[in-house]
């Protein structure tokens, strides 16, 4: 099936850095979706993206659908310790809109 | 303002036994999603509902079963439990804005079978 590959896997930034990640494919996607898992809880979906070089912003993230469509990007800027978690990126899959392939997700670690 | 209720928040269970995983949404979510993280994992698909009525396989869909019960219930079953099955179950689900995709998630079952 097709596998997303996150990068990097986990991250340790001062408070106020700014991060990026990303995010690849194997094929094409028509959509990206980027989620944040807090510990104990479930995933939140924080941007989601539909057409290719498209930029989307939700507060201090920054997402971008790769112009090759096979990759997408995440950016936080200025860090806070509230976004320590696991950012997991997604697309659909197995040719149906409804069946979501995840990646294994990037862990971030703010210090104060 | 619950969103997405799961029940139970942690079950143990021998192997071979029984059990019911209950999820209810109280957004007017038509479709609705079960999945279940591994550690160093992410998410696996399990079973989706994309409407009242209706259910179809994800990725991993052996070993369970799932009743869209109605609009807001939708519930997973494991038969016959066996150890490869411990894992966290999440359930979701999403609205009517053309996102085919999750959009809300339960806080999680944390099943364990011995």
């Known amino acids: 099936g097709q596998q997303l590959n996150q990068s990097p896997q986990s991250m340790f930034i001062q408070e106020g850095e700014d991060v990026s990640m990303n995010c690849t494919s194997s094929?094409?996607?028509?959509?990206w979706l980027w989620y944040k898992q807090d510990p104990g809880e479930g995933p939140v979906l924080l941007i989601a993206?539909?057409?290719?070089?498209e930029l989307t912003s939700n507060g201090r993230l920054t997402a971008q659908f790769g112009i090759t469509r096979k990759d997408s990007f995440l950016n936080i800027s200025a860090s806070i310790p509230s976004d320590v978690g696991i950012y997991f990126c997604?697309?659909?899959?197995?040719?149906?809109?409804?069946?979501?392939?995840f990646g294994k997700g990037t862990l971030l670690t703010v210090n104060p | 303002n619950a969103g997405v209720t799961q029940t139970p928040k942690f079950q143990v269970l021998k192997t071979g036994q029984s059990m019911t995983l209950q999820c209810a949404q109280d957004?007017?979510?038509?479709?609705m999603y079960w999945y279940r993280q591994d550690p160093g994992m992410g998410l696996r698909l399990i079973y989706y509902?994309?409407?009242?009525?209706?259910?179809d396989k994800g990725e991993v869909p052996n070993g369970y079963n799932v009743s869209r019960l109605n609009k807001r219930e939708f519930s997973l079953r494991l038969e016959s439990a066996a150890p490869s099955q411990t894992s966290v179950y999440f359930c979701?689900?999403?609205?009517?804005?053309?996102?085919?995709?999750?959009?809300?998630f339960g806080d999680g079952t944390r099943l364990s079978i011995l």
């Open positions: 094929s094409i996607f028509n959509t």
């Open positions: 509902s994309a409407s009242e009525g209706t259910t």
């Open positions: 957004m007017n979510h038509n479709s």
């Open positions: 993206l539909y057409k290719a070089g």
């Open positions: 979701a689900s999403s609205g009517q804005t053309g996102l085919h995709q999750p959009q809300h």
């Open positions: 997604a697309g659909p899959s197995g040719g149906s809109n409804y069946k979501l392939t």
